[in-house]
């Protein structure tokens, strides 16, 4: 607990966070969002020190993130678009995304990349899942990541450092001026104009246009 409210403080964050050893050995995630969990398994009571501030270091930047908010909506949007192959490499891209962000953000506590490194190994050998992949929670030691993860944690040269909030807020501002002109253009088509003129067929017969007043079934073809 006093690691706990140690990244905590480190983080900024003000919300009450719930501890929970569970019978599970294979779970270790967040869950929730107003009243957070961070979800341990059940030998998590022989973990060392070192080990709790790792783990709570990366769990905590899961709920300041606002992860499981944004992964549960994106694995709703996949349920219900199922049969498009996108939604799948979206929502897999975006947890990965998600995992190296707060494997940046250890990283940035001061964990140094090899030792974060075996924990990491080490806790994916003893939180092995069998069966669904998919959860109500966000998993830390996700086997399917792992490699990538090590090899980022332990190449130096990336900056880790997050983008500023001028940065953040230039990219909005740019994006928003992208995406105004195109929803206007787009808004503004209309379908395609009927077309009027003369229909010859391959045995050279000639329908000539007329108007829908004559009563003639034909004028109401648009090519």
Not at 43 to 53: C, E, G, K, Q, Y
Not at 113 to 123: F, V
Not at 129 to 155: D, F, K, Q, V, Y
Request: aromatic share 6%.
């Amino acid at each position: 607990l006093q690691i706990l409210d140690t990244v905590a403080g480190r983080y900024g964050l003000t919300r009450p966070i719930v501890i929970s050893r569970t019978d599970s050995a294979d779970l270790l995630a967040t869950w929730g969002i107003l009243r957070p969990h961070v979800l341990l398994p059940y030998h998590a009571r022989d973990w060392t020190l070192d080990r709790v501030h790792v783990v709570l270091c990366h769990e905590l930047a899961h709920i300041r993130r606002h992860d499981w908010l944004v992964q549960m909506g994106a694995e709703t949007l996949r349920a219900i678009l199922w049969f498009n192959p996108f939604a799948w490499m979206v929502c897999t891209r975006l947890r990965r995304e998600s995992e190296q962000a707060c494997d940046d953000e250890v990283l940035a506590m001061g964990v140094g990349g090899r030792a974060y490194a075996g924990h990491l190994l080490e806790l994916a050998r003893q939180c092995r899942r069998h069966g669904s992949t998919w959860a109500s929670a966000m998993p830390m030691a996700h086997p399917s990541t792992l490699e990538r993860r090590i090899a980022a944690m332990l190449n130096s040269r990336p900056d880790r450092q997050p983008p500023s909030r001028r940065a953040t807020a230039t990219l909005g501002v740019v994006l928003l001026l992208i995406t105004l002109p195109i929803a206007v253009l787009r808004a503004r088509q209309t379908g395609p104009a009927p077309l009027s003129g003369t229909i010859y067929d391959v045995t050279g017969g000639v329908l000539p246009g007329t108007d829908r007043s004559e009563g003639n079934p034909w004028a109401d073809i648009v090519l």
